[in-house]
């Protein structure tokens, strides 16, 4: 059965809104008839959402009315906003709206795009504009509590690990603009510790900061390096390891680490710490595949006897599965 994965990196708190200086003041609302809700846009420099006015074409259907938002989100600009500069459209080149369905729960619907993260216009700024402007656009709909957002990778050939999804509703959203940072964001990051007893891994969430400026990547890693904070969980990598480097290139995240990593005091099973780093980072939508290096070079072995210098995927294997799961 075709496994989707689940991804609350940017399941946020509070509300989407801009932080603004004290001269740069939020324009009033416009009034909205009964048939009317706002799209929402990006404004030209990226520091907040523009509200346009839409007239619902399909006020008692939601699946249509939705069709015709993201084809709407999907456009560059109209000729007369275009010459005004006024804001971007919400949707980039590299992500095309494929269908909308209602969730298996009421008030859920569900949208699916295609997407390229090659594109060049596929980041981590885009994307959470991306999503931030659909799911807006998108609650204000007659019925519509969550919005669950569904991106497959055209360049996956593997059906378990191309879709990820993602669900938000009206508090999903948190977001400053301006600062040393740019724009900073609340959102949770999903880890892979060891279970209690060590013999399996376990998911956890930590609730992290992201600014433009962060590699997800490397939050992961030092995410893990710090370990648990909450019982029934164990540390998997020592405490002591540093990131000497960390990139990710076309879905593969190459991850050197410092020599504590390879610690044999470590009593955890070698697959446990491996594939702590491996699932934890595959988590992420722009990963799927992991490289470890040392110094730069490949390793034959982790411990002198797991074979380490091959590309790891995510183990399923070794997630604690959950109890009373319906």
Known sequence: MKRIKILLLLL??????GCQSDQEKDPEPVPLRADQIYAY???????????????????KDILS???????????????????????????????????????????????AFD?????????????????GCVVKTLLQLDGVEWVT???????????????????????SFAMSFGGENGYVQKGNIVLYFAN???????????????????SLARLVVESLIEGPETEGYQPTISSKTTVRNISVKDGICYVDLSDEFYDNNNKLRNEIIVYSVVNSLVELPTVS???????????????????????????????EEEENEE
């Open 289 to 319: 595949k992991v490289q470890f290096l040392k110094n730069g070079e490949k390793q034959q072995f982790f411990r002198e006897t797991l074979p380490f210098d091959g590309i790891f995927e995510r183990n399923l294997d070794l997630i």
């Open 115 to 131: 997407i390229s993260y090659d594109a060049p216009n596929i980041n981590a700024e885009n994307l959470l504009f991306f999503k």
């Open 149 to 171: 957002i569904l991106l497959e990778d055209v360049a996956n050939s593997d059906s378990e690990t191309a879709t990820t999804m993602e669900s938000f509703n009206a508090d």
């Open 12 to 17: 946020l708190v509070g509300i989407f809104s």
């Open 196 to 214: 209690e007893n060590g013999e399996y891994l376990k998911d956890y969430q930590k609730t992290v900061e992201i600014s433009n400026n962060t």
């Open 41 to 59: 846009y990006v404004n030209m420099d990226k520091t907040g959402l523009v509200q346009v006015v839409y007239t619902c074409q399909y006020p």
């Open 65 to 111: 009315e939705t069709d015709a938002l993201m084809k709407k989100l999907s456009q560059a600009r109209d000729t007369e906003t275009q010459a005004k500069e006024e804001y971007i459209a919400p949707i980039p080149e590299g992500i095309n709206y494929k269908e909308c369905r209602l969730g298996s729960h009421n008030g859920t619907i569900e949208v």
